[in-house]
Nanobody, 124 residues
Framework: QVQLVESGGGLVQAGGSLRLSCAAS????????MGWFRQAPGKEREFVAA????????FYADSVKGRFTISRDNAKNTVYLQMNRLKPEDTAVYYC?????????????????WGQGTQVTVSS
């Protein structure tokens, strides 16, 4: 079992930055692929970024590539999402998720554990 708690969301102007954190409970955090997803009002939840067990492999949605960076600190049981050059279309609830397996996957069904989400609002 893994419990996930996101933090770091808030209101920011377009062009600004935010850093989201996701703290995980459980002694096996380092064995999980971690992902970030987001859901904008009236839209389905979508993949944002993912990182492998060791942190050596990452993958991003095209919409955030070059602006967002996912990282993890296994000693602190925490995964991060650094978001730069934010745009109004990045406004959404951001969710952290944990999935088993060594291959990074973008599908939501590959992730068994989810946090409750943190709101990110980007004003124009």
């Amino acid at each position: 079992q893994v419990q996930l708690v996101e933090s770091g969301g808030g209101l920011v102007q377009a062009g600004g930055s935010l850093r989201l954190s996701c703290a995980a409970s459980g002694r096996t955090f380092s064995r999980y692929t971690m992902g970030w997803f987001r859901q904008a009002p009236g839209k389905e939840r979508e993949f944002v970024a993912a990182i492998s067990w060791t942190g050596g492999d990452t993958f991003y949605a095209d919409s955030v590539k070059g602006r967002f960076t996912i990282s993890r600190d296994n000693a602190k049981n925490t995964v991060y999402l650094q978001m730069n050059r934010l745009k109004p279309e990045d406004t959404a609830v951001y969710y952290c998720a944990a999935g088993s397996g060594i291959i990074i996957r973008v599908g939501q069904t590959a992730y068994a554990y989810w946090g409750q989400g943190t709101q990110v609002t980007v004003s124009s």
